[in-house]
């Protein structure tokens, strides 16, 4: 007799592949106006595109890097070895399997604007390297923590997301930050899968902004961000699971209303807006007690807030009522 055993991270490593294929289908099922309605055998295959060979020979940010290390942040472990860390990744635009690093080549990342509005005191646009020059780049290591239950240990390079807030000047009544990532199905074949809510967005309060942790990313290992990892500017949010660390930013909008995100439309009780890492709540089909090292595939517990609650859990007194951490 098959007894199906809930072995949380088990369950979740063995199924990794078929976890995809499983949301696409309810994805597709909801755009289609099916609800949680599935169809056994459906499949989600969509043909997708050869990337076209669009690699810049060079980044013209190269020169920046590396930057000096912050010393503040401490990792409780070694750092993860890049040949595994940049070529494991989730970027959906470019398909929901780990190995889309060569597709993502097609991504060009110059010119690259980042538009800043809504509730700010006058809108902006800004090419990625007059930002670069603005902002006080550094370097810092940080734990990542995917909602799936892998994690790696990354030196990012970047600068503190409240030093764009100074750039970008929100008004008193912005209450939230709403972040797209670029749109364009010509170069993204996963966005030719209609039924997922392009353009990726994702959100923080102005507080979990401002906070010393939340930082915007431009390289790591000493060098510009491959395209693969979300270049060339993503936000990173090491208390979090991985999902709420956008990649490839467009668009930064200030606004007092809480921003819906995409895997909120895919799967919101899967998935919600806050999304801090808690070993104790368990993903409603898997465990979150431990989690996978990418690269050496060590097995070890995961810590509450991912190990930086002394940053970051102020942040959520008085908001016991809300979904903190799903
Ligand atoms: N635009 C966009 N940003 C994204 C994603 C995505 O699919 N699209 N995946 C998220 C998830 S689930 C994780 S774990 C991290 C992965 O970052 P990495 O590939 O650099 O490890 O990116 C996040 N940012
Ligand atoms: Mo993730």
Excluded at 50 to 55: F, S, V
Excluded at 207 to 231: C, H, I, R, S, W
Excluded at 248 to 273: C, H, L
Excluded at 289 to 296: L, N, P
């Amino acid at each position: 007799m098959l007894i199906r055993r809930n072995r949380g991270w088990e369950l979740r490593e063995a199924a990794a592949t078929p976890e995809a294929v499983f949301m696409e289908r309810r994805a597709l099922l909801k755009a289609m106006g099916f609800g949680a309605l599935l169809i056994p055998g459906m499949t989600a295959a969509i043909a997708s595109d050869a990337a076209e060979d669009a690699k810049d020979s060079t980044d013209p940010s190269a020169g920046l890097y590396p930057v000096k290390r912050n010393p503040h942040y401490k990792l409780d472990r070694p750092l993860t070895d890049p040949k595994y860390s940049e070529y494991y990744n989730n970027f959906y635009e470019f398909g929901s399997e780990k190995d889309i690093a060569d597709a993502a080549q097609a991504l060009k990342i110059r010119p690259w604007t980042i538009k800043i509005d809504g509730m700010v005191e006058k809108p902006l646009e800004i090419g990625i390297d007059d930002l670069l020059k603005k902002m006080p780049l550094e370097e810092r290591l940080y734990r990542h923590r995917c909602v799936e239950a892998w994690s790696m240990a990354v030196p990012w390079s970047g600068f503190p997301m409240s030093a764009f807030l100074a750039l970008a000047k929100p008004l008193s009544s912005a209450k939230y930050v709403r972040m797209e990532t670029f749109l364009d199905a010509s170069v993204a074949s996963g966005q030719k899968q209609f039924w997922y809510p392009w353009p990726y967005v994702e959100g923080v309060t102005i507080a979990e902004a401002g906070n010393e942790l939340a930082f915007m990313v431009t390289g790591m290992y000493g060098k510009p961000m491959p395209k693969q990892d979300g270049a060339p500017l993503r936000l990173v949010l090491p208390w979090k699971y991985g999902f709420k660390s956008i990649k490839s930013i467009v668009r930064v909008s200030f606004t007092d209303k809480q921003p819906v995100t995409f895997w909120q439309t895919v799967q919101g009780d899967e998935y919600g807006f806050w999304a801090n890492v808690n070993p104790e709540v368990p993903h409603p089909r898997w465990s979150q007690e431990t989690e996978r090292e990418i690269g050496t595939d060590k097995r070890v517990p995961t810590l509450k807030w991912n190990g930086y609650g002394e940053f970051v859990a102020h942040l959520y007194d008085g908001l016991g009522n809300e979904k903190l951490f799903i």
